[in-house]
């Protein structure tokens, strides 16, 4: 009975691994059906995401990266993260350390590593959101509402897609709209699940 008993548990966590498990591209970089294949030319990509009502939003990845499969894994197989994904924003994958032509908002065209570099990008994954409405979108820092440099669990993945979609960005940082997050959930008496 105990063989029979681990051998159930080996089989469902198998079936549950592959099932999450995300699908790699020939470039290493683990996909998503909802992503963007653009021409990597970002004023067009955010004017396009804006014809969409949608945000821009840039994910920066590389191949190996354990924290990128774990967005992927873990973070995309919640229903709730992707729904507002595909929802509010245009997702256009970027590899940190690839070679493709990237033409950045002020024209000037490079490699993504290059472009990588120029943005001041450390971590994979790194995601930068770009709203439709930015006033100034002669450069990328301009153009910038938001950064998420580096994994985000769950969470705080969310609200930061929502700190974006919701305007809050224009008038309060991050961390205090986070512990207005948490105030708000108390007073209803709900625990957020931040782990």
Known sequence: MRFLSVF????????????TAAELGDDGLHKQPWFTDSFLEMADDLAE?????????????????????????????????????????????????????????????????????????????????????????STARAAEAFRMPGYFKPFHFLKSLEYVTSDVYQKQVFQRYLQDVFQQMDEKGETPDVW
């Open 49 to 137: 995401a804006g014809g969409e009502g949608k945000d821009l939003l840039i994910l920066i990845e590389q191949q190996g990266c354990p924290y990128c499969r774990e967005l992927h894994e873990v973070n995309f197989a919640r229903e709730q993260i992707v729904n507002h994904l595909t929802e509010n924003f245009m997702v256009v994958q970027l590899n940190l350390f690839g070679a493709r032509e990237v033409v950045d908002f002020d024209g000037e065209a490079m490699e993504e590593r290059d472009l990588a570099v120029k943005w001041g990008v450390n971590f994979t994954p790194t995601v930068v959101i770009f709203p439709a409405d930015a006033p100034d979108t």
């Open 8 to 19: 159930l548990s080996v089989i469902c966590f198998t079936f549950t691994t592959h099932a």
